[in-house]
């Protein structure tokens, strides 16, 4: 049987009224649609802990830049709702711009720290985008558990921060990032890569990968540590780091000099390789 495909808020809300007046728990997935396996995997993983998931799929244009990716972005609805049935979701709802952003939209989620460090300071606006959709969302979804990839960490701790400051009675889940055998982060963003760009990008996580083995082998200066991650970028002359940061995973609060003990740093990049934008991250504890 065929996945529901829900394209109104109203009728979103109805079918999770409906499952919830039965007793039962609703996850929910967040995506912008071509999908992968690391998509699947918040959507199995969702599964464990309720009876029911919807996943949606909606290409916010609120979260792009004038000069980003929008027009350009993947969209493979046939084959995303395919790969949905293998695991078994139990909605997709697929709105279109209008039903989230009607005429005289203007109320928009901000956050007063976190939007403009990392990635906030390349994407103005990116992170008001992403929060303001994923409240409008939930607004429509009301789940109980909300899964998130540990992929997108800035996203991750800027949605957890939303629900705690908003007080949405919503369980949120971070994700591990799921990779390819060569270690580049799966990303729908792959697509863009040419088969050279391809071979080449594995060289992000091999960097973040060397400098956790030097955290682990007791190096604590995050000068050396960000020196490590350049050495395995600089071996493609068109990789360009945007930005590589080690902040603290509690709060993204930046970490500079000797990171001290009882700290869990993450390392988080971004790095441009021709037009393709490309992010990672590397939890050096964990
Ligand atoms: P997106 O469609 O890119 O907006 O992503 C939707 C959700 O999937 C977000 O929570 C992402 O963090 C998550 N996600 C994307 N790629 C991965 C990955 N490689 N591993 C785990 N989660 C991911």
Redesign the pocket.
């Known amino acids: 049987m065929s996945i529901p495909t829900i394209l109104t808020i109203k009728e979103m809300r109805q079918l999770v009224w409906r499952w919830k007046s039965d007793d039962k728990r609703v996850g929910f ?8 396996s ?2 699947l ?2 959507v199995e993983h969702l599964s464990e802990h309720c009876e029911k998931v919807v996943v949606s799929i909606f290409v916010n244009p609120l979260q792009f830049g004038p000069n980003e990716d929008f027009s350009r972005y993947p969209r493979t609805l046939p084959d995303d709702l395919r790969l949905l049935e293998t695991v078994k979701a139990d909605a997709v709802f697929c709105p279109n711009s209008s039903e989230i952003y009607p005429k005289g939209f203007q109320t928009i989620v901000s956050n007063k720290e976190l939007s403009g460090r990392l990635c906030g300071q390349f994407r103005p606006g990116h992170f008001d985008g992403v929060l303001t959709v994923v409240n409008k969302l939930f607004q429509a979804v009301s789940p109980n558990f909300a ?6 960490f800035q ?2 701790k800027m949605i957890q921060r939303m629900v705690t400051d908003f007080c949405m009675p919503i369980e949120v889940l971070g ?5 390819e055998q060569d270690g580049l ?4 963003r792959n697509r863009y890569l040419s088969s050279e760009q391809r071979e080449q990008a594995p060289l992000i996580f091999a960097g973040l990968n060397d400098a956790k083995k030097a955290w682990k082998a007791g190096e604590k200066t995050t000068a050396k540590l960000t020196e490590i991650f350049q050495l395995s970028v600089s071996k493609c002359n068109e990789m360009k780091i945007q930005y590589c940061d080690i902040v603290d995973s509690e709060n993204l609060n930046p970490l500079d000099g000797i990171i001290e003990e009882g700290i869990a740093p993450v390392m988080i990049v971004a790095v441009v390789y021709n037009d393709v934008r490309l992010i990672d991250n590397l939890e050096l504890g964990v």
């Open positions: 997935v967040p995506t912008m649609g071509a999908l992968h690391g998509h995997k918040l899964a998130f990839g540990k992929k997108d996203q991750f994700m591990e990032t799921i990779r982060a799966l990303s729908s």
